[in-house]
């Protein structure tokens, strides 16, 4: 079973930042955070992940909070094409790893 | 990133008939790839862990001879549903990693059963 866990929903004005929480209560401190997004009838793509540090990539940014209970990614300029649905996951990496998904974020982009 | 390619991206199948999908890693070799299906306005599920060369590994509740895995090679696992009915109408998605734990994943095989 997912061990995180997301508000089911959120929409976000086109151009603005979006902020999506997720909640790691029960990491252990040698799991990262993960973060994909699915968009509709596509496979999940791998936007960024990070350890204790914020972490930034052309995609998004990564806030992780000092105790590792929460993560935030935020989209710094939401597109239409940004719609998806994302999920944060909690992944030790030792290898090859199965992801266990959870319900995730549906953001909506409104224009 | 790496690139996972997965074929057919839809099928349609009569009721009793098999179905195979495939799943390849373009530019990197996999050990291990995943499988998972995915029903309408549900999260990811996983099925099972296809090991290259050894038997695959089954999630709890999958029917390992229904849900037929190869894995004959480092680039390419597949996945055969066996006598479908249409309550196996799913979609279907394999992921691969490089290690690190970052996975790739495939667009997807949208199974219809009718």
């Known amino acids: 079973d997912a061990k995180t866990t997301q508000p089911t929903s959120m929409d976000c004005a086109e151009g603005r930042a979006a902020n999506l929480p997720c909640n790691h209560s029960t990491i252990s401190g040698n799991e990262y955070v993960y973060w994909y997004r699915q968009i509709h009838s596509q496979g999940p793509q791998y936007i960024i992940h990070g350890l204790k540090n914020n972490e930034t990539n052309e995609m998004a940014s990564l806030i992780i909070t000092e105790d590792r209970k929460s993560s935030t990614l935020i989209l710094p300029h939401a597109t239409l094409r940004d719609t998806a649905v994302y999920y944060c996951i909690d992944v030790i990496q030792t290898g090859a790893n199965n992801l266990f998904f959870g319900t995730g974020t549906r953001l909506t982009v409104i224009p | 990133g790496a690139v996972v390619s997965q074929h057919p991206s839809w099928v349609i199948c009569k009721s009793g008939t098999s179905v195979k999908i495939e799943c390849r890693s373009l530019d990197f070799q996999a050990t291990t790839m995943f499988w998972y299906r995915q029903f309408p306005k549900q999260s990811l599920m996983l099925m099972a862990t296809?090991?290259?060369?050894?038997?695959?590994?089954?999630e709890q509740g999958v029917e390992k001879d229904k849900f037929l895995i190869n894995h004959a090679s480092l680039t390419l696992s597949t996945l055969t549903v066996t006598s479908a009915h249409p309550e196996d109408s799913s979609f279907y998605i394999c992921?691969?990693?490089?290690?690190?734990?970052?996975?790739?994943f495939g667009q997807g095989t949208r199974l219809t059963v009718v």
């Open positions: 296809s090991n290259e060369g050894s038997k695959a590994t089954y």
């Open positions: 992921s691969a990693s490089k290690g690190k734990g970052e996975a790739f």
